[in-house]
Each structure stands twice: as C-alpha cells, then as structure tokens.
C-alpha cells in the first residue's frame, strides 16, 4: 500500500485493527503485529492509528526509553535500544506475550523476532520518493 500522509497511516491502521477485533481471540498468546522499517518511516504514525481504532484515547508516543506503554489490554512496545530479548525478563514480557487478551504493536519487532510467535503480522514500512509518501506491505 502507499500513503501519502500520515492520516492514510492512521486510515490503513485503522483497518487493520479492526479486522484484528473482528477475528476470534487468540488462545495461547497475545495477538501480535511487528512493525519494521526505517527510522522515521511512519511506525508510530502506525500506531496511533491502531489505537485510535481501539479506541484508545490516549496520546501515543513513542515508548523509546521506557520499551513500552500499555493501555488497558493494548501494549505499545518499541524495542530500538534492545540488545538481548534478556533484557526484556525483567518486564515481565513473556507473560504479557502469553496473555490471549493483549493485542501488541511492536515497533524494531525484528530485534526479537526470534521470541515472537510465529502468526505475528509482519508491517514493513519504507520511505517512498515524495517527502510523505511511505509503503506500507503486511
């Protein structure tokens, strides 16, 4: 897909999350969408949109420094400074991946791809060739 703003972002987000609401809930894990791309290439532009869907009112930013913010069943993580999935034992991440009821948007998701299960919905995005234009392919 292309978007030529950040509000079709939001719009394509937003179809996929409700898409995700529909489908039967997960038995064994949290629902899982990796987000992968450049820096700036509109993963959290992505984000804001998913949850918005949600509905989730709360402003999203990036959780860069913290790893991740959670909303209620929702959790918005960003993995950029992580060098080891051991560093994510101490956040209790396994059970929060575990729960069928969370819904996770991960941001640098191929950092840990190797402790993501193997349904997760893989979202690249690229920068195009005009300042806003981005590709977005899941």
């Known amino acids: ?4 703003s950040a509000q079709e972002t939001k719009k394509i987000a937003a179809k996929l999350a409700k898409k995700i609401l529909k489908e039967k809930p997960h038995q064994k894990h949290a629902r899982v969408i990796a987000l992968t791309g450049e820096l700036g290439a509109g993963k959290t532009t ?10 989730i009112k709360s402003r999203m930013v990036s959780p ?44 640098w998701a191929e950092k840990i791809r190797k402790i993501l299960p193997k349904d997760a919905i893989w979202v690249n995005f690229r920068h195009g060739r005009k300042e806003n234009e981005r590709f977005i392919a899941y």
């Open 46 to 55: 992505f984000v804001q949109g998913f949850a918005k869907a949600l509905g």
């Open 64 to 107: 860069t420094f913290l790893i991740f913010r959670k909303y209620k069943n929702f959790y918005h993580v960003d993995v950029y400074r992580i060098h080891s999935t051991k560093e994510l034992d101490v956040l209790n991440f396994k059970s929060i991946l575990n729960s069928s009821e969370n819904i996770l948007l991960i941001e």
């Open 1 to 4: 897909m292309i978007s030529k």
